[in-house]
């Protein structure tokens, strides 16, 4: 009855103890049927975002952007929502900017959609668009939506560099105003100290 009992205690422990190899084993057979990703992929997984260098039945090996390797178990990849970048093989930049509320805004979005359109890795199939999003503290602020024909980081980073230089010298060319934050003082308020003390 002991060694029963011993046998059933240590099979229970070694259930507990197999539970998750067994369910990041069942979850590498479905990555591998399923194919939500693959190597090369550029995909957003929890918190960690990067490329996909290995997916094998245990666990899912990304490195990040910053260059670290990150080892992820398939569990955790199967139950959770995956953004996959590369899927089809499109990425959307979104850029914010703010203008002056002398502005022209139909002025502001002609020259803006001018400044970036012949950024060579755009899409020519998407249409870059411009939307004005709120009234702002001291500026209207506007975003700028553009698709890029590749899923890669290194691509990403520079069209959104090239998007911010284009912008503002078009908007420096054009006299357009990108506002400083502004802050009115009130020194005549009840209780509050005037400006020359």
Same mark, same amino acid.
């Given at each position: 009855?002991?060694i029963?009992? @011993?046998?059933?205690?240590? @099979?229970? !422990?070694?259930?507990?103890?197999?539970?998750?190899?067994?369910?990041?084993?069942?979850? *590498?057979? &479905?990555?591998?049927?399923?194919?939500?990703?693959?190597?090369?992929?550029?995909?957003?997984?929890?918190?960690?975002? @990067?490329k996909i260098?290995?997916?094998?039945?245990?666990?899912?090996? $990304?490195?990040? &952007?910053q *260059?670290?390797?990150?080892?992820?178990?398939?569990?955790?990849?199967?139950? =959770? !929502?995956i953004?996959?970048?590369?899927?089809?093989n499109?990425r +959307?930049l979104?850029?914010?900017v *703010?203008?002056?509320?002398?502005?022209?805004?139909?002025?502001?979005?002609?020259i803006? /959609? %001018?400044?970036?359109? =012949?950024?060579?890795?755009?899409?020519?199939?998407?249409?870059?668009?411009v939307?004005?999003?709120?009234? *702002?503290?001291?500026?209207?602020?506007l975003?700028?939506? $553009?698709?890029?024909?590749?899923?890669?980081?290194?691509?990403?980073?520079e069209? +959104?560099?090239?998007a /911010?230089?284009? /912008?503002?010298? !078009?908007?420096? !060319?054009n %006299?357009?105003?990108?506002? &400083?934050?502004? +802050?009115?003082? %009130?020194?005549?308020?009840?209780?509050?100290?005037? /400006?020359?003390?």
């Amino acid at each position: 009855t002991s060694i029963l009992a @011993g046998a059933g205690i240590l @099979g229970l !422990a070694l259930a507990f103890a197999f539970q998750d190899i067994a369910a990041n084993f069942m979850s *590498g057979i &479905f990555i591998s049927f399923r194919k939500p990703i693959q190597v090369g992929d550029i995909v957003k997984l929890q918190d960690y975002m @990067g490329k996909i260098k290995e997916v094998n039945l245990r666990d899912t090996v $990304m490195e990040t &952007f910053q *260059g670290q390797t990150v080892i992820i178990p398939n569990k955790e990849v199967f139950q =959770n !929502a995956i953004e996959n970048y590369s899927y089809i093989n499109k990425r +959307r930049l979104d850029l914010s900017v *703010g203008v002056s509320y002398g502005d022209d805004l139909e002025k502001v979005k002609q020259i803006t /959609i %001018d400044a970036v359109k =012949n950024i060579a890795d755009l899409s020519k199939e998407d249409e870059i668009t411009v939307f004005f999003n709120e009234f *702002g503290d001291s500026s209207i602020n506007l975003s700028i939506r $553009m698709w890029m024909n590749t899923a890669e980081q290194a691509v990403y980073n520079e069209v +959104r560099s090239l998007a /911010i230089i284009n /912008i503002k010298k !078009a908007y420096d !060319a054009n %006299d357009i105003m990108i506002p &400083f934050p502004i +802050r009115t003082l %009130d020194f005549g308020i009840k209780g509050g100290t005037t /400006i020359s003390e």
